[in-house]
């Protein structure tokens, strides 16, 4: 279907929430498994640092490329090029099984989901009228987040079963699998006519604060969601938890971020929530989340594992809903891109921020000073616009 402001039937939304998922657990299923992998591949610390990095490092080069290309030839044939590529890039380790083709293998999968990630965002936009934006990005984020929820755990599973090429496989049919259920059941979207645009109208467009404020937030949750599921566990056994205990948090915070963003998504649609404050009660829960992580015990890292949860649910449905709602129908692949491209700035820059200032001082000193970065965004909105007003 185009974009004629119809309802997309749900059997052409679900491959896209298949695509979602894939790349959840292409990225955590296996980046999870590579640090007890015993086959000769990864051999030290630096290796395994090396092979986590071409995935996300990918991403960040090339997801505004897709995302510009889609809005070219057509979100569904990038779409279904990732998801096949993904899947080659998959077959390829599971084929050859030697330590060089595992790093192939796993640049070729970052690059591939850098296609079909923001093309998937885009139709999702494209598919449905900006009244069910918000239900649309909260189910397609639901189910990346059980992506990154499951991923560990089925990886671990199958590791233990097969090995890494078993993994592998089971990636590879996954892609190939989602791209011809997508094949068969995306309708084409064409792209739409669009005047031409300078490197100047682009940095234009992309330093307005109706792009600037909804990526940032973005960025700023999947910090947080980052440092959470890193940096909680180690704050757990710091306070004598054992390992039950830390994972049934990180669980918590992945539950949580995956049950609210439907929930978030169906009160914007609604008109129950918008999403200028419906990002800031988002943002605000994230901080406090935070803040409760520097208590000691096991109730200050549930705590903090569910307003951190929470908080990035809300932002999450709720900034990709203002930014498909801010952009022009022809530019929406370059926007989800370059979206995606400030998301995974923050799920690199949080960790190493925290990282940073903990081993400066303490780690309650990096939860405080990425919760104050957080917070400092909606201040300097409510400054602006008040300053603005008066």
Not at 21 to 44: K, Q
Not at 302 to 329: E, R, W
Request: proline content about 5%; some cysteine; hydrophobic content about 55%.
């Amino acid at each position: 279907m185009s974009a004629t402001g119809k309802t997309a039937p749900a059997r052409r939304m679900w491959p896209l929430y298949a695509a979602g998922f894939t790349t959840a657990f292409g990225a955590h299923g296996i980046a999870a498994s590579l640090g007890g992998h015993a086959e000769g591949a990864v051999t030290s610390l630096l290796v395994l640092g090396g092979l986590l990095t071409l995935y996300d490092g990918a991403e960040v080069l090339l997801k505004p490329v897709f995302g510009t290309l889609a809005d070219r030839v057509g979100a569904r044939p990038v779409l279904l090029g990732g998801l096949v590529a993904f899947s080659a890039a998959s077959a390829l380790y599971v084929v050859a099984d030697r330590p060089g083709w595992l790093w192939a293998a796993r640049l070729g999968q970052g690059a591939a989901a850098s296609a079909f990630s923001p093309s998937a965002s885009a139709l999702v936009a494209r598919l449905n009228p900006a009244a069910k934006h918000g239900r649309a990005f909260g189910s397609y984020g639901f189910y990346k987040s059980i992506g990154y929820t499951l991923g560990p755990l089925l990886g671990g599973v199958l590791v233990w079963a097969g090995g890494l090429r078993l993994l592998f496989a089971v990636t590879a049919v996954l892609g190939a699998a989602v791209a011809a259920w997508a094949a068969r059941a995306v309708p084409g979207v064409p792209p739409l006519p669009k005047d031409r645009q300078t490197v100047l109208d682009l940095a234009r467009r992309l330093a307005d604060p109706a792009f600037l404020a909804p990526t940032a937030a973005l960025a700023a949750a999947t910090a947080a969601l980052s440092v959470g599921v890193g940096f909680l566990p180690v704050s757990g056994r710091a306070a004598g938890l054992g390992t039950v205990a830390t994972g049934a948090a990180v669980s918590v915070l992945a539950a949580c971020a995956a049950v609210v963003q439907p929930r978030a998504g169906r009160a914007l649609d609604h008109g129950r929530l918008t999403t200028r404050s419906g990002i800031t009660a988002g943002l605000a829960l994230t901080a406090g989340g935070l803040g409760c992580a520097m208590l000691p015990g096991l109730a200050g890292i549930l705590a903090g594992a569910v307003l951190i949860g929470a908080g990035t649910g809300l932002i999450t449905p709720l900034g990709f809903a203002a930014l498909a709602s801010s952009t022009p129908q022809e530019r929406l692949g370059q926007t989800m891109g370059a979206a995606e491209l400030g998301r995974e700035l923050g799920d690199a820059g949080g960790p190493l921020l925290v990282a940073v200032v903990a081993s400066l001082t303490t780690l309650t000193h990096g939860y405080a000073v990425l919760a104050a970065v957080i917070v400092l965004g909606p201040v300097l909105s409510t400054v602006r616009r008040r300053l603005a007003a008066g």
